[in-house]
T-cell receptor
Framework: DAGITQSPRYKITETGRQVTLMCHQTWSHSYMFWYRQDLGHGLRLIYYSAAADITDKGEVPDGYVVSRSKTENFPLTLESATRSQTSVYFC????????????FGSGTRLTVV | GQQLNQSPQSMFIQEGEDVSMNCTSSSIFNTWLWYKQDPGEGPVLLIALYKAGELTSNGRLTAQFGITRKDSFLNISASIPSDVGIYFCAGQDFSNDYKLSFGAGTTVTVRA
C-alpha cells in the first residue's frame, strides 16, 4: 500500500521496558519526522531525519532514540519507558524543501503503566 | 521551534454556523498551512498559503496569509457535523530547513 504507515496502532508497556514504534513510507521522501501529541501541547517534534543515516534532535528528544538505515523506515525507540511518555506518536514525511507540508501517519497510541 | 499562538483553544459549533480561528507568531513565515485531525487519525492538510495577503478557498474553508507574514486565519462556513476535529495551523520557515512549527490546535465540537 502506498503511503505512510505506523505500527502498532496501540501499545501498552510497563515502566522501564524498551519499546520501538515503527514508521514506513513508500514515497521515497527524504525527510521523516516523529511528533508526540499531548493535550494542551499540540504537536511537539521529537526527532527528524533529512536522509538515511542523518538524524537530528527536535524539541523534546530526551528518552528517545532514532535510526534511519533505509530511506523508507524511521523507527523510534523508547529505551526505558516512563509514564510521562504516555502519548500519541505521529510519524510524518516530506520531500526536500517542499512547500506542501508534511504527510502524517495515523499515529500510535502508547500507554506506559 | 518558533512559537505559534492559536486561538481559540476550543469551540462549540452548531450546524450551519460560520466559525473562525487564527494563528499568530512573533516570527515571519514563508508558508502557512492548515491541517485537520479527525479522531483517531493523523493530521491532514486542508489548505496551504504561499504569499502574504493570499486568500485561498477549499470548499467551505477559506484561509488567509496575513500581510505581515506573522499570522493566518481559517474560516469554515455553514459548518456541518463532520467539521468536528482538531485544526492545526503550521508556519514554514525556509531558513530553518523548511521545517514546520505547529500551533497547539483548536478543538471543534458540536454543541448539543
Amino acid at each position: 500500500d502506498a503511503g505512510i504507515t505506523q505500527s502498532p496502532r496501540y501499545k501498552i508497556t510497563e515502566t522501564g521496558r524498551q519499546v520501538t514504534l515503527m514508521c514506513h513510507q513508500t514515497w521515497s521522501h527524504s525527510y521523516m519526522f516523529w511528533y508526540r501529541q499531548d493535550l494542551g501541547h499540540g504537536l511537539r517534534l521529537i526527532y527528524y531525519s533529512a536522509a538515511a543515516d542523518i538524524t537530528d534532535k527536535g524539541e523534546v528528544p530526551d528518552g528517545y532514540v532514532v535510526s534511519r538505515s533505509k530511506t523508507e523506515n524511521f523507527p523510534l525507540t523508547l529505551e526505558s519507558a516512563t509514564r510521562s511518555q504516555t502519548s500519541v506518536y505521529f510519524c510524518a514525511s516530506s520531500e526536500v524543501r517542499t512547500q506542501y507540508g508534511y504527510t502524517f501517519g495515523s499515529g500510535t497510541r502508547l500507554t506506559v503503566v | 521551534g518558533q512559537q505559534l499562538n492559536q486561538s481559540p483553544q476550543s469551540m462549540f459549533i452548531q450546524e450551519g454556523e460560520d466559525v473562525s480561528m487564527n494563528c499568530t507568531s512573533s516570527s515571519i513565515f514563508n508558508t502557512w498551512l492548515w491541517y485537520k485531525q479527525d479522531p483517531g487519525e493523523g493530521p491532514v492538510l486542508l489548505i496551504a498559503l504561499y504569499k502574504a495577503g493570499e486568500l485561498t478557498s477549499n470548499g467551505r474553508l477559506t484561509a488567509q496569509f496575513g500581510i505581515t507574514r506573522k499570522d493566518s486565519f481559517l474560516n469554515i462556513s455553514a459548518s456541518i457535523p463532520s467539521d468536528v476535529g482538531i485544526y492545526f495551523c503550521a508556519g514554514q520557515d525556509f531558513s530553518n530547513d523548511y521545517k514546520l512549527s505547529f500551533g497547539a490546535g483548536t478543538t471543534v465540537t458540536v454543541r448539543a
